[in-house]
């Protein structure tokens, strides 16, 4: 028997193919392994309305699995659809972080309070556009973007071109980085979330509170969010196609996301 009893899976370049979708290959490990108790959990920068989907896919409510959305940002049992934890944005940083992406010439978004629309100023922003299509989402234009975020907000995107997203996100981490979480999940993704928000820190409370250890978990990714897991992690995996970084900090480097990668994890340690 294996040690490991969970599995954790970024979404994007990790668990989907380059056309944002899981191959049969996969889908059918990550099936049996759940008969064989394997716990799933989906942990990614995408909202819950873009995780979702690919929870109801998976049939995580179950097999008993939790979401991650928002690089951790909230903790959801799939088998209720019960928030276990969630952290919001300090509302007076909002306003910062809008002045410092038009200083940059660069676009920021968020959602809408019902988690179903990307709301930005410029709904024709290519950048955008990419974040919706991700999440299937409709992109909903806000006259005033501060004003609108009104209500609790889980998660702004600073989205641009690679080389501006660099930049800002210097420039944002000599401003706000000991106030608010700043990572690129993509080199066109600038990610802002409460301080103290990442994919290892929400599975180390979800391990907590289902009484596992860390050695127990293995942890799948390709991109800069997911060090801290792949590092927390009993065993970290990165994809081949992974960013450099990544690769560094991977205990194994297994199949791209277009060659079933995740599956070869299955029948390696799982098996």
């Known amino acids: 028997m294996s040690q490991y009893k969970m599995l954790v899976l970024d979404l994007d370049g990790t668990l989907t193919n380059s056309e944002k979708k899981i191959t049969p290959k996969t889908k059918a490990a990550l099936m049996k392994a759940q008969e064989n108790g394997v716990i799933i959990v989906l942990a990614s920068g995408r909202p819950t309305y873009g995780v979702r989907p690919v929870a109801e896919e998976l049939e995580l409510s179950r097999y008993g699995g939790y979401m991650l959305p928002f690089n951790g940002g909230q903790i959801i049992s799939c088998k209720d659809n019960s928030t276990l934890f969630q952290q919001i944005l300090p509302k007076e940083e909002i306003p910062l972080l809008y002045n410092l992406a038009r200083r940059q010439g660069v676009e920021i978004m968020s ?32 006259e005033n973007f501060v004003k ?59 391990t907590q509170m289902l009484g596992m250890s860390k050695d127990q978990v293995v942890a799948c990714g390709d991109g800069h969010n997911d060090i801290s897991m792949i590092e927390w ?35 390696k340690f799982f098996v």
């Open 111 to 142: 959602y809408t309070e019902d988690g179903t629309c990307v709301l930005t100023e410029n709904p024709a922003d290519e950048w955008v556009l990419i974040e919706a299509k991700i999440n299937s989402m409709e992109v909903k234009r806000s």
């Open 148 to 206: 609108e975020l009104s209500y609790p907000v889980t998660k702004c995107l600073i989205v641009g071109e690679p080389s501006k997203i660099a930049v800002a996100e210097e420039v944002a981490l000599g401003e706000f980085g000991d106030r608010i979480g700043l990572f690129q999940s993509q080199p066109f993704f600038l990610e802002c979330v409460p301080q103290g928000i990442d994919k290892a820190l929400s599975l180390d409370r979800l």
């Open 233 to 267: 992690s009993g065993l970290g995996v990165a994809m081949s196609n992974a960013q450099p970084k990544v690769l560094d900090k991977a205990d194994f480097v297994t199949l791209s996301n277009d060659e079933d990668g995740i599956a070869h994890v299955i029948e």
